[in-house]
């Protein structure tokens, strides 16, 4: 044991001399690579500097790029030297105006690179980073990655910072622009702080400001937080005060929001009113009446509304083609939609003669798809009163410029046409049979089409006399000749249908064999043919005469030159057989 003691006690100091030496050796290692990292980013320097000063030809500049140049900085962006990485990311920012140069930044994956940058102490550093990140931004990839990897929190909290706000500002801007990306700023305190910069700021606010404000209040859950507290009454007080349009074309953007944040609009109708009535400045009324046609608020008494406004005139006068610019007209018809969601306020839109302005526009108006749409969709609201259905469906041609607008080229007015038809359908029978025939034709158009083909050969025939009308001049559904080929007799045709008696002739006639008790549509009870009842059959159940020749399945005679020629020479006489296979 003591033995054991001793040589412990003896290599102990040798390990510690071991250790100290190692260390000693790693910290001169280390001092030795951090003197050799200094001098070789003193090297860099050095040369991205001139060749910074180079690119400023951009021949030059693409030779730099086909080198490879752009990778090599997006690496340096590991670099921890301040001065280092200024040069770098200015190179690259004057590299990034170019669309090659930032796809193979992204390649490189730049963004994540970036991120350790922001924020930091260097203030040049931060400043020229986010001028870069700008820069990056117009591209909807990178701005995705920007959220990815985690810098939307980050770019929020510098907007306190007045150094670097307005560039800030614009890149969370463009980030507002994806709609994926507006739902996120809901998780960071930007909507606080932007309203505190909304409502503190002068008359003249930064476009830049105003502009992101606006892309947020188009998220219903970002809207919400700007109406919260008194939210709502500030930005209208403010809006009023200033008559500023991107204020409240803001507001207007919360108020398309279904909710409470709607409801909140009721207090300030008769401003919004009195503003579009008065139309005094242009741009901001046309955002109040924005306003007030997104308000489908169910409680809301329109008709008071255009009693006390005196709406209904304005609304008929600025419907007039060419009385008012196209973007006004379709505020105006949005809002006469809105107020035709009340009964008592449609019937009093329709008895005005509102009608036959919309038509009138909508021939004007038609290759306008947003303004068709919001035609078609007033269309819709009255089709529903039992007050104003009469109206548009009895003494106006509205019915007949939807069933032309029922095949357009755009969904949604298809979408809204077929519905405001179907409803048509239900109440009146006429119009029931004329968009039932309009949808066939559609539907069989490629036939159709080529019956018509075939109509217009036979028709240059000389050898034929005349020719029924072209389709186009007949309802379709009235020609079953089209259906049952030659052998169909108009005459025994009514209301489109086959007769009874028209079954009847081919079920009652010996040529086809069946009887009076045959049914058209029965199956037969065996695979050999239909068999009927009084004739004899051979010991296999194919139908024979009475002199036992073979029939057919419709009962004539199989001879030797196949069905339906029977020998009469074979069994009896000539006149013993007809050549319908029947006695």
Not at 206 to 229: D, Y
Not at 321 to 328: Q, S, Y
Not at 464 to 472: E, G, M, S, V
Request: hydrophobic residues 40%.
């Amino acid at each position: 044991m003591s033995h054991t003691v001793f040589v412990l006690n003896h290599i102990a100091p040798e390990a510690d001399k071991d250790n100290k030496k190692l260390k000693d050796e790693n910290e001169k290692s280390l001092k030795k690579f951090e003197g050799l990292v200094k001098k070789q980013e003193q090297l860099l320097r050095v040369a991205f500097y001139l060749l910074l000063n180079l690119a400023e030809d951009l021949k030059v500049e693409l030779k730099m790029r086909n080198k490879g140049m752009v990778k090599m900085l997006v690496q340096s962006l590991e670099r921890d030297n301040p001065e280092l990485l200024i040069l770098v990311v200015s190179f690259l920012k004057k590299l990034s105006i170019f669309i090659e140069n930032k796809v193979e930044m992204a390649e490189n994956n730049i963004i994540e690179k970036l991120t350790p940058i922001i924020p930091c102490d260097h203030e040049d550093l931060l400043n020229i980073t986010l001028r870069l990140l700008l820069n990056l931004s117009f591209d909807t990839d990178m701005r995705s990655k920007m959220i990815k990897f985690g810098l939307l929190p980050k770019l929020v909290n510098l907007l306190n910072n007045e150094n670097h706000q307005l560039i800030v500002l614009c890149i969370l801007y463009h980030i507002s622009m994806d709609e994926k990306s507006k739902s996120m700023f809901t998780y960071t305190d930007c909507v606080p702080m932007v309203m505190k910069m909304l409502l503190e700021s002068p008359e003249n606010l930064p476009l830049e400001l105003v502009s992101l404000c606006i892309n947020l209040a188009a998220n219903k859950r970002t809207a919400q937080l700007i109406c919260e507290g008194n939210g709502l009454k500030m930005l209208m007080k403010r809006a009023f005060k200033f008559k500023d349009p991107l204020f409240m074309k803001m507001i207007r953007n919360i108020s398309q929001h279904d909710g409470a944040t709607k409801n909140l609009f009721i207090d300030y109708i008769s401003d919004l009113a009195d503003t579009v009535i008065r139309w005094e400045d242009e741009e901001f009324a046309l955002e109040c009446l924005g306003v007030l046609g997104n308000l489908t608020i169910p409680d809301l008494d329109y008709e008071l509304i255009l009693k006390e406004y005196n709406l209904i005139p304005w609304i008929k006068n600025h419907l007039q083609p060419g009385t008012a610019e196209d973007d006004v007209v379709l505020e105006v018809i949005i809002l006469v939609g809105t107020v035709c969601n009340d009964d008592s306020c449609a019937k009093m839109l329709a008895e005005s003669n509102i009608i036959q302005c919309l038509i009138e526009l909508l021939n004007a108006k038609q290759e306008d798809d947003e303004m068709v749409c919001q035609i078609v969709y007033v269309f819709y609201q009255m089709i529903f009163h039992e007050s104003t259905r009469e109206v548009i469906v009895k003494e106006t041609q509205a019915p007949a410029y939807l069933i032309d607008l029922m095949h357009d080229k755009n969904a949604e007015i298809r979408k809204v046409c077929d519905n405001t038809l179907d409803i048509i359908a239900e109440f009146d029978e006429d119009w029931a049979k004329k968009i039932q025939l309009e949808k066939f034709r559609w539907h069989n158009s490629q036939w159709l089409e080529m019956v018509e083909s075939r109509q217009l050969e036979d028709m240059n025939d000389p050898y034929i006399d005349a020719y029924d009308p072209y389709l186009q001049d007949t309802d379709i559904l009235d020609r079953p000749d089209l259906f049952y080929g030659d052998g169909y007799d108009p005459a025994m045709i009514t209301d489109g249908h086959l007769t009874p008696e028209y079954i009847d002739e081919y079920s009652s006639n010996p040529y086809y064999g069946y009887g009076s008790d045959y049914e058209p549509y029965a199956r037969p009870d065996s695979h050999i043919g239909f068999v009927m009842e009084g004739h004899p059959v051979d010991e296999y159940g194919q139908p024979i005469d009475k002199y036992g020749q073979a029939l057919d399945p419709y009962g004539r005679p199989v001879g030797p030159y196949g069905s339906g020629y029977g020998d009469p020479y074979m069994n009896g006489s000539e006149e013993d057989y007809d050549y319908q296979g029947m006695r």
